[in-house]
């Protein structure tokens, strides 16, 4: 069911303008040099997406145990940890489409069409 790293990694680099880069012990994905949407951990298990706190709460009691805010102040600011293994690339394309919308500027938000 879950999926890896790399999967994920290609996931979140699909989305339009997306660019990773080393942060720390982890690898970032932003959009367009600007603001991080994704860190993929370092042992690639798992990766951290920023949602709004509203977004967090509702795919963390939708999805359940793949999703939980991360245990600290950023995790009440939306941050939120995926556990790959137990998210399928549907669900984690959501989730990171989400996390997208939330970091791209309006004139890049608007070249990924409202199906996506």
Request: hydrophobic share 45%.
């Amino acid at each position: 069911m879950g999926i890896d790293g790399d999967d994920a990694l290609r996931v979140a680099l699909a989305l339009p303008e997306a660019e990773a880069a080393p942060h720390f012990d982890r690898t970032a994905v932003r959009v367009r040099k600007g603001r991080i949407f994704a860190t993929l951990a370092a042992d690639r298990l798992s990766m951290n997406v920023k949602l709004t706190p509203d977004e967090q709460t509702l795919y963390v009691e939708a999805i359940g145990g793949a999703l939980e805010p991360v245990a600290n102040a950023w995790g009440r600011q939306g941050w939120t940890t995926m556990t790959l293994a137990l998210i399928d690339e549907t669900t984690a394309r959501a989730v990171l489409t989400t996390a997208w919308r939330g970091a791209a500027p309006p004139k890049v938000r608007t070249t990924l069409s409202t199906g996506d």
